[in-house]
């Protein structure tokens, strides 16, 4: 019996696989065995940053700890939903990390896609946390588009761990909408990779509405149709 394929999609937050693979991640699982690896799941015990109370206040959430469990259960409705595997990593999120009790990414410097020295260590934490992954046939990796630090995190630690012809990149939603949050190199790749697009689908958009949390802070209107691209 020959072996079944399997295909690791790493989505640095609790809802990035869904956002920008989510129809490709339904046709996938028809002929492989597909697991979503979720790595930054963990919001601290509390809040000391003003974005992060204005967004928590934004959200709906009285503090980090009801947070992280409402977003968890929004990601695991969602994953249960397209029929595959997950796992949460618990990795803090860039947002609510700190050195010396003050934030290690104020302001806009946690879309800067600068990685803090501080976050070094992390950065060997999480390559060891992934290499019991690279054995899988194929990995989807975030392409980093609007430099949401822990996005570069997970695509510095997976182009350092997996076989780069075992790889493809998907355009990270919703930055990828906005042309500022393009770089050229970025842009560059778009224009000369091989490239898988699909339509958003109904059955996403039904899947979308599943993060309730996160719908409103990023599309304030309404959904916007946009397509799935993953770089292979």
Known sequence: MSKVEEILVLSPHLDDAVFSCCDHIMDWQKKAQVLVVTIFTRFGNKSSILRNNIRLSESGFSSPQEQEKKRKKED????????????????????????????????????????????????????????????????????????NIDHVLTRKAAKKIFDQNKAMYYMDYPYALKLRNWSLAEVLKLISKRKSIKPMSDKKREILEIYSSQIPLLFPKKISNYPEVILT
């Open 76 to 147: 695991e409705l969602a994953i249960t939903k397209l029929k595959v595997n997950f796992l949460h990593l618990d990795f803090a999120d860039a947002g609510y990390r700190t050195f010396r009790e003050k934030p290690l990414y104020p302001g806009s410097s946690l879309f800067s896609g600068k990685v803090s020295h501080h976050d070094g260590l992390l950065a060997s934490k999480l390559e060891k946390a992934l290499k019991p992954f690279k054995e899988f046939d194929q990995v989807v990796i975030p392409l980093g588009v609007g430099g």
